[in-house]
Every structure is written in structure tokens, then in C-alpha cells.
């Protein structure tokens, strides 16, 4: 095998985009330059890197294999990178992070503007997804989740708590009947998630209030917010968010609330790199803060 760098990297790039026009918006190259890398690359190792099909290019069994040393070959470039920029100075670079929507709304924004102030060099990319992030495939170089994933070569850190409670605009709970208990939310109009759309159980908040049916349903937390700011409904949101939602309350908070956590996570080969790992740190230390600091307002 006699593969550059170039040619790995115009390979990590189809893998992660999963098509040759998206590895070429990304890479700045005409698509079909990109597919005749491809197909040199795999005249050279003698082997098909991609299963092709209308629907994208997926790695094929040896694409698999060539994914992890093209992974491992890259961060040596970042690593030499660093190295000879010097770890005293500001982080530089770009980074992505992925996280659900409610955090990526609410909290991500002002910590990791923060973190920019402060290294004016630093390119910060935040993907809002309602969905779990492939960091293998390299989605993102970090992502927040909302429970820890238990399969893969991945570094996980429990960064904070965070709570939720049921909540309604004060326009709403004027025009409706009074809630005193949680048999009153039947008589209501609920806001929550799209019950086949929820990517992780931790979500599933209906089911632990007790409530059968939503009236008002959104894979996005952002919409449910709205919604419930609008006088829609009643919803179960973070209370990280009501400091932006003016006239919305929390209801019933002694018979109801939810408490969850936030996990950082990262591909376990990035801990050598030091400009992910001062990232790291300075993104959990800022969405610690920002969490206590927007709950203590609610």
C-alpha cells in the first residue's frame, strides 16, 4: 500500500459525509475528482473501500479497516500540528460538537462563546441533532449527551445534573381549569416529544408524569418551548430553559420533577491530542456554570 495522506483524507471524507458531493463540499473538490481518488485508492489496495447504492456510499468491510488507520493517521497530523504550535498559547482549529437541542439552544451558545472570547483563533461548530452522534464516523469531535453510551472506543464524562419540571404559560393557566394535582393534567392539552422520535428513554418525560396523550408533539425542544410560551399546552421542560421564556411557570414542582445528567464524549484515541482535551475541560467547566447559574433563576 502506498496511500498519502491526501488519499486518506479524501477518504475520511466520503466515510463521513457518505457521499462523494458532500465529501466534496466539505474538502472544497469537484465530486467527481473525489469519486476518481476513490477508485484509485481502491485499485491500489486492491480491495472496494465503499458499498455504492442510490442512497450513499457506506464502508465496505475494508473500508472498516482502513476507517480505524486513517483515524489513527489523522490525529498523529493534529498531534504534530499542536506540537508545533506550542500548548502555552489559545486553542486554535476548528471544533464540532454535537448535542440534543436543548442544550445546544440554552446552554452550548453562551459557554462556548465564552470559550471563544478567549481564543479568538477557535472555530466552534455546534450540530443540533435530535439523535445519537457517530463520533467513530468523526460526526463531531465531541458530543453532550444525554445518557452514556455503553458500546464503542469511547471517553466518557458526567459533566452535571440538570432538572426538569412541568411548566405552562401564565395565559394558558388563565384560560383553562386549575391544576392541583397530577390527575387535573388529563383535562389539558400536553406538549411533549413525537413518541416514535425519541432517541433516548431518558426523554420519554410523558411516560414518567403519567400522560397517555400529547397534543402538541415535536422532535425539537425548541418547538416544545414555544409551544408552551404560546399558551398551547403544558409541557415538561428544562429549567435551564424558562430564563428565556418570558411568562411560562413551573407547575406542581413538589409532585413532579425529573432530575438528569449531561455526559461528554469523546473517541478515546483524541485524548492525546491536547487542544480537544483544554476543550474538553473548559466546555464542561463552562456548562457546569451555566446550568447552576440559569437553574438558580428559575
Known amino acids: 500500500m502506498d496511500a498519502q495522506w491526501d488519499d486518506l483524507r479524501i477518504f475520511l471524507a466520503v466515510a463521513r459525509a457518505e457521499s462523494l458531493s458532500g465529501a466534496g463540499r466539505v474538502l472544497r473538490i469537484d465530486p467527481a475528482t473525489v469519486g476518481r481518488r476513490i477508485a484509485r485508492l481502491e485499485t491500489d489496495l486492491g480491495a472496494p473501500l465503499f458499498a455504492k447504492s442510490p442512497t450513499g456510499y457506506a464502508l465496505s468491510d475494508a473500508g472498516q479497516r482502513l476507517m480505524g488507520h486513517a483515524v489513527r493517521v489523522e490525529q498523529a497530523i493534529e498531534g504534530v500540528a499542536e506540537e508545533m504550535a506550542g500548548r502555552a498559547g489559545g486553542m486554535t482549529g476548528q471544533i464540532r460538537i454535537g448535542a440534543p437541542d436543548g442544550a445546544a439552544n440554552f446552554v452550548l451558545p453562551q459557554v462556548c462563546a465564552r470559550i471563544g472570547e478567549a481564543n479568538p483563533d477557535l472555530e466552534v461548530q455546534i450540530v ?16 453532550v449527551a444525554v445518557s ?38 388529563k383535562g389539558h392539552r400536553m406538549v411533549g416529544y413525537i413518541q416514535d422520535m425519541i432517541f433516548d428513554k431518558e426523554l420519554d418525560y410523558m411516560r414518567e408524569a403519567g400522560v397517555a396523550r400529547v397534543s402538541l408533539a415535536s422532535n425539537s425542544v425548541s418547538v416544545q418551548v414555544n409551544w408552551v410560551r ?16 418570558r411568562g411560562v411557570v413551573k407547575l406542581l414542582p413538589e409532585a413532579f420533577s425529573l432530575t438528569r445528567s449531561f455526559y461528554l464524549v469523546r473517541h478515546a484515541d483524541d485524548r492525546r491530542l491536547e487542544r480537544l482535551n483544554r476543550f474538553a475541560a473548559a466546555l464542561a467547566d463552562g456548562v457546569r456554570s451555566e446550568v447552576a447559574r440559569l437553574e438558580a433563576l428559575t
Do not use: C, K, W
Not at 394558558?172 to 392541583?180: C, D, F
Open 128 to 143: 443540533a441533532l435530535p439523535r445519537v452522534f457517530n463520533l467513530t464516523r468523526r460526526e463531531a469531535d465531541m458530543v
Open 148 to 185: 452514556p453510551p455503553t458500546a464503542g472506543r469511547l471517553s466518557v464524562q458526567r459533566i452535571t445534573d440538570y432538572r426538569l419540571h412541568l411548566a405552562a404559560s401564565r395565559r394558558y393557566l388563565r384560560a383553562h381549569p386549575p391544576i392541583t394535582s397530577l390527575d387535573d393534567l
Open 230 to 245: 404560546q399558551g398551547g399546552g403544558i409541557g415538561v421542560l428544562h429549567d435551564f430553559s424558562l430564563p428565556f421564556v
